[in-house]
């Protein structure tokens, strides 16, 4: 007579046979203790300026030199297209200078010298500004303004003032120029003519004078009324005071 069959008892006698073969299928694991080494990147502070080998270069010309390439890699023309360009580059930074140089010296000798025109232009417009009789003939000295040639630009007209500068055969320098006030009252043309010696350090007047439409020239300095309208002698063809 077969035994009856019980399925709970055939898998309680399967079960060793089914971990053993279920621990030969799983994956071993190894653990370590130590860090794994992370991967470090060098980058270099200076990238290489020369193309990898076997990549062609890129022709350097006067319009695309960058400097990059270093001299002793440079063909020929590539040398002297780089001698062009910084030939170039040096020529425009001398003129630069030169040019601030020349912009310097016209703003000092113009404007910012004791002895410029504009140093002496100023002068004499603050002594009519600041004379009786100008201020009689012109009006308020506060509303007396002073310009140099008339312009079709009202905004100009202040930048050009006409004057002549010549050294005569004795040495003595004259610097004469002319302007325009102009006051409530009336208009003017102010003349002024310095001289300097060659052994004087500074300009002094000979004459200063304002003429006003309808009136007689008036003398702010006048030499030859100072010297009581007589002139100096001659001593071996040149006047000495």
Known sequence: MAAPYRPTEAIQLLRPYLRLSHAHH???RT??????AKATHTTS??????????IPRKQVTVLNDSGRVRWNDLSVGEKAARTTQQSFNLAVVVAGIVAT?????????????TDSKTA??????????????????LGPGN???AHGEASWSRWARNRFIQSTTETDKWGTEHFRFRFYVEGPLNQGVVHVHLQRRPSQSEYEYVVLAVDVKGHQRYYLENAEERKGGKVAPKIFGARWW
């Open 26 to 28: 799983l994956p071993t």
């Open 31 to 36: 653990f370590s203790t130590s860090r794994p």
């Open 45 to 54: 502070s200076t990238s290489n300026t020369n193309p990898p080998p076997g």
């Open 101 to 113: 140089g020349a912009v310097g010296f016209l703003l000092f000798t113009d404007v910012f010298s």
């Open 120 to 137: 002496h232009f100023n002068r004499a417009t603050t002594r009519i500004r600041s004379d009786p009789k100008c201020i009689a003939l």
């Open 143 to 145: 509303q007396i303004s």
